[in-house]
């Protein structure tokens, strides 16, 4: 099970960082992604790290701004946001599936489990 949080409403420029907490099986075995979907919009890779946290991908329109990370200890992966822009307004999904490799998996049919969502809000 995973809770994703740390959503909120911010101004452009500011920051947050979402968090998702992983139940269950230890997290060390699991690759992991965030997501985001837009009203009206598809849901879109935001950013995805693989079991170890040693490799990261990211969406251009994200690179130089978030940064994907991961404490496997504590069985969570994180979003850092930066310098949000009001067309990074979306709800955010954390997901994870069973990993037995280093990959990096960006595709949203290659998780099997999802979070809730949490909804980020960043004014102009």
């Known amino acids: 099970q995973l809770q994703a949080s740390g959503g909120g409403l911010v101004q452009a420029g500011d920051s947050l960082r979402l968090s998702c907490a992983a139940s269950g099986r230890p997290f060390g075995g699991y690759a992991a992604g965030w997501f985001r979907q837009a009203p009206g919009k598809e849901r879109d890779l935001v950013a995805a790290i693989n079991r170890s946290g040693g490799d990261t991908y990211y969406a251009d329109s994200v690179k130089g701004r978030f940064t994907i990370s991961r404490d496997n200890a504590k069985n969570t992966v994180y979003l850092q946001m930066n310098s949000l822009k009001p067309e990074d307004t979306a709800v955010y999904y954390c997901?994870?599936?069973?990993?037995?490799?280093?990959?990096?998996?960006?595709?949203?049919?290659?998780?099997?489990?999802w979070g809730q969502g949490t909804l980020v809000t960043v004014s102009s």
């Open positions: 997901a994870a599936r069973p990993a037995w490799s280093g990959y990096v998996h960006i595709r949203s049919n290659d998780y099997n489990y």
